[in-house]
């Protein structure tokens, strides 16, 4: 609900904080006197289009502030959250202009652009005039309005949330069928590869242990001069090999007696020698012995080798890598191979998904068409009485063919015949304006009570109307007020006088500037307006009498609310 509206420097008005209280306020005034100013400067801080003619002449810019009470408005409150610019159950929308044309918006203080003051605004607020804000041109509206009506809106959830599941499980099926059609050359490079490898069927560390047999048998008759060079240097020389040099070292050191003690330690270390070199001349002969140098097998792993390398070289890898390398490959493979097992399931988990879906769906369907027929009903006698005897109101229902929708399987449409004879036709249609507020108004005085929009603006709803008509269309209004809070703009005493509050709008001539003004009306002021809206060229006495009975026919309703 609208609590506050505070405007500065916008077109004639200087400066206006207002509080707006729950129920019916009308707004009143002299033609020219600036009625329309608030909603104007309302539909800004909404998100419509402004520029610089709106700032007040001699001022750098124009501000507005609209605050609202969103405690009955889940959707706002939904809206704000999932944006982090909630502020409890408060929101402020701001606009400011500036001369120059520039424009910013502002939610809860947080600049924010039109799009989402738009998108907001919806859940706060309707206005019933000839611009954009007009919710009911919008079949999306229509759909909605009739959902509420019939008290569809838990079903209408879980339609669109088993949409919501059709839908990510068919992009999710779609999204791997393409992959599947772009991996069929992947694959079969991949099953090719993959068969080298098999027939390779390297090992972990196979590599470098064949590297280091390869380097052994390469060198085999060289290592083999080499350690039967080394077994002559130690035993196998006559008068040159170490352990003869070792026995004629201790004989010459035995000669001289072993009255020295000093040279103990060197013959033990001296005999301590010959022992090592004799154990190991023992070794060396028996590896010697057993030594092949086996061609064949050389040739083996050189071929292997070449093989293992020319692979590491044609994937990129280093020759060690190979293995596991091929470990990948395998699960790469495994994994795509899979992929048509995973469609299957999902395309009958899918089947499953459209059924419960056509299921929800066609309930919703029939609830639907039997809450249109009552709608029917209701609006277009409430258009009778709105001066439109011939009006008829008809809500256009057409089934939608092809996959699942995310509002269902038929798109919902509000048509109007306004006169005998023509065929009915969208709301947008409707060639006079003053005929489209009124079927709006007529609209939603029938779904008010379901309607999750607690504030109704209507911009002279009473265009081209009188007498009797007015008077209906003031009862309804305050039933709307009655029900949740409604602004009117009016020039008829038979809607004046129903309202809950009255502002009164006046105009103030100075001699360098103009000035708008607005009052709240009370008692005999408030009488006063509306006899001067009874018209006459003096207001009499009974003109004034008048006044005062209309009022006071509202006065136990208007009790009510206050």
Known sequence: MLTHLSISHFAIVDQLDLDIPRGMSVITGETGAGKSIMLDALSLTLGS??????????????????????????????WLK????????????????????????????????????????????????????????????????????????????QVREGWQKWRQLQDRIVSLQTQSKDQDARIQLLQYQNEELDRLSISEGEVEALEQEQKQLSNAEASLYTYQQVVNLCSESDNGNILHSLTLCQQL???????????????????????????????????????????????????RLSTVYTLARKHHVAPEELHQFHAELQQELESMQCSDEIIEE????????????????????????????????????????????????????????????????????????T???????????????????RISLAIQVITAKTSGISTLVFDEV??????????????????????????????????????HTHLHVSKKLRKDST???????QGEDRTKEVAR????????????????????LSSPAQEAVH
């Open 49 to 78: 289009r402004a520029d610089s003619d709106c700032v007040r002449t001699g001022c750098e810019r124009a501000d507005i502030r609209a605050t609202f009470d969103i405690n009955s408005l889940p959707e706002a409150l939904q």
């Open 82 to 157: 999932a944006r982090d610019l909630e502020a409890d159950n408060e929101c402020i929308l701001r606009r400011v202009i500036t001369k120059d044309g520039r424009s910013r918006g502002y939610i809860n203080g947080t600049p924010s652009p039109l799009s989402d003051l738009r998108q907001l605004g919806q859940f706060l607020i309707d206005i019933h005039a000839q611009h954009e804000h007009q919710s009911l041109l919008r079949p999306s509206t229509h759909l909605k309005l009739l959902d509420e009506y019939a008290g569809n809106q838990k079903l209408s959830t």
């Open 253 to 303: 050191l035995a000669e001289l007696g072993s009255d020295i003690p000093q040279l103990q330690d060197t013959q033990d270390m001296l005999a301590t020698a010959q022992i090592q070199v004799e154990e190991a001349t023992g070794e060396l002969n028996r590896f010697v012995d057993n030594f092949e140098a086996d061609p064949a097998r050389l040739a083996e792993i050189t071929e």
């Open 346 to 417: 999902l395309e009958t988990e899918l089947d499953s998904i459209q059924k419960q879906y056509q299921t929800l769906a066609t309930k919703l369907s029939d609830k639907r068409r039997k809450s249109a027929n009552r709608l029917n009903k209701a609006v277009s006698k409430h258009i009778h009485e709105l001066g439109m005897p011939a009006g008829q109101f008809i809500v256009d229902i057409n089934p939608l063919s092809g996959e699942p929708q995310a509002l269902g399987m038929e798109e919902v449409r509000f048509l109007v015949s």
């Open 419 to 437: 006169n005998p004879g023509t065929p009915p036709r969208p709301m947008d249609k409707v060639a006079s304006g003053g005929e489209l507020s």
């Open 462 to 499: 009473d265009v081209g109307i009188g007498g009797g008509t007015a008077e209906i269309v003031g009862r309804l209004l305050r039933e709307l007020g009655d029900q949740g809070q409604v602004l009117c703009v009016t020039h008829q005493p038979q809607v004046a006088s129903q309202g």
């Open 515 to 521: 000035r708008t003004h607005i009052n709240t009306l």
């Open 533 to 552: 809206m009874l018209g006459g060229v003096e207001m009499t006495e009974q003109t004034l009498a008048h006044a005062r009975e209309m009022i006071s």
